[in-house]
């Protein structure tokens, strides 16, 4: 049998797993506890077991006594030397107290959430509508432009009878000074009779002026004023013929002539756009 590690001074409080048989109950070893003849000190704190049992015998020493000692290693636990950071501060006090009840705080929270949850949605349709009106203002036509899209005429520079030719948006605009005679005579046209009915209380808001775009219907070309089987505008191009309102009345014009928007400010003064 392999003899005692005591005699090499190897046996410690930290003894590991000695190589001696292990057979029987196991007995606590305490200070002064002689085994095999050599005394084995040991620490009342972290004792060590032992078992001893008669496993055989020797020819030479008779019944043998197999021995094994288990002794406590040394284990380092890492939560123990590692100071965690408190964060108490930060936590609840129902949270903190285990003895107090969450459900004591449950209105306070929920209304913070509701309150939190509010002025999320707040802030992001406020955020939404800027986002959405700058866009909205970059696609619209700037102050330059919004000025030339409009035409300021004076009516007292257009003779009764006559038609004035202005440009207005790249595109021809005839204004018309009808006489009495032409506003009775287009009042009482059939509208059965018209290829595109509309009567000229509708095309007009003072029966005095007729104001319409000079571009034909039919493929683009402009009219000429006070020509055509009906006194009122005809296209050379392919002869489409309009009345003194500018509505078809013969040719290949599928539609009458577009009146564009337009107001009086006042009785000498009409702006188109």
């Known amino acids: 049998m392999m003899s005692l590690a005591a005699r090499s001074g190897a046996f410690s409080p930290y003894l590991q797993a000695t190589a001696f048989t292990v057979a029987g109950p196991l007995k606590p070893l305490v200070p002064g506890v002689v085994v095999k003849g050599e005394k084995i000190l040991l620490d009342r704190k972290k004792p060590f077991l032992c078992r001893e049992s008669l496993s055989g015998q020797s020819p030479r020493t008779g019944p043998v006594v197999t021995v094994s000692i288990n002794g406590c290693s040394g284990v380092r636990f890492a939560h123990t030397d590692i100071r965690v950071p408190d964060f108490s501060d930060y936590r609840r006090q129902d949270v903190i107290d285990p003895n107090q009840s969450s459900k004591e705080s449950s209105e306070s929270r929920r209304a913070f959430s509701y309150l939190v949850t509010g002025t999320a949605a707040v802030v992001g349709v406020y955020a939404a509508k800027t986002v959405v009106t700058q866009f909205v203002s970059s696609m619209s036509a700037s102050a330059d432009v919004l000025a030339m899209s409009k035409i300021e005429i004076k009516l007292g520079d257009i003779p009764e009878g006559k038609n004035m ?3 207005w948006r790249g595109k021809p605009l005839f204004v018309r000074h009808r006489t009495e005679k032409e506003i009775e005579t287009e009042a009482a046209v059939n509208l059965g009779e018209l290829r595109d009915p509309e009567h000229d209380k509708d095309r007009v808001q003072k029966p005095s002026w007729v104001i319409v775009l000079g571009v034909c219907t039919h493929l683009g070309c402009v009219p000429i004023a006070n020509a055509g089987d009906y006194g009122g505008y005809y296209c050379p191009c392919h002869g489409s013929h309009y ?20 107001e009086f400010p006042d009785e000498e003064t009409v702006i188109v756009g």
């Open 243 to 262: 009345d003194a309102s500018g509505r078809i009345r013969k040719g290949p014009a599928p539609l009458n002539l577009e009146v564009p928007y337009y």
């Open 165 to 167: 030719t202005f440009k």
